[in-house]
């Protein structure tokens, strides 16, 4: 059986799904209503529903278990709320206490840097907001971790929360010029 391997430009507002298991919430938008995916065809890790970015698909579940392992970094463009200090950059860096389903949890230690400039992503479905509710700066967080919400979280426990999230990388896999929707066929994961 010949597996299939693809990455995308996970839309704002798209669950990293493929079929709705909410009960609750029947209305979401799903991968699916992207593309015409093959059967078997599933997401590796998350992005939630706010977050946007890289997203990588499979056919084969070994090789999604490789990719959301510790030994692959994951890359993020994160936007947040003022102007990031020198000191919040560093307890980032150096790893922070945040909650996980009600337990506390210390991050590991990870990449973080401020960008020198914003990044040139295509607008968003949803307004962010504007200059008159003060400074936004981008920062880029490297992990090799990937729990729930953790860059959000770990953005608002040192006093800036993320107002826009992409992700840009997972491995050697890269964003490139995708749109948001967008889709390509990949031969093999660089990992």
Known sequence: MAYQHF???KPYGYLSQFTNN??????KKLLGELHDF????MAIG????????LLLLTTNG??????????????YYVQVDGLITAKAVKKLQSGIEISINGRNYTTLPCKVGVLPYPPSFPE??????????GPTSWISITLVEGKYRQVRKMTAAVGFPTLRLVRVR???????KLLPGEM?????FLL
């Open 124 to 133: 968003r479905g949803k307004k962010i907001r504007d200059e008159r509710h």
């Open 7 to 9: 990455k995308i430009f």
């Open 62 to 75: 070994i090789i999604s278990e490789q990719v959301r392992s510790k030994k692959v970094e994951k890359e």
């Open 38 to 41: 093959p059967p078997g065809t």
């Open 22 to 27: 909410q009960n609750t919430r029947r209305n």
């Open 170 to 176: 997972i491995g050697e896999e890269t964003l490139e």
């Open 184 to 188: 390509k066929n990949v031969k093999n």
């Open 46 to 53: 998350r992005l939630d529903e706010t977050s946007e970015g």
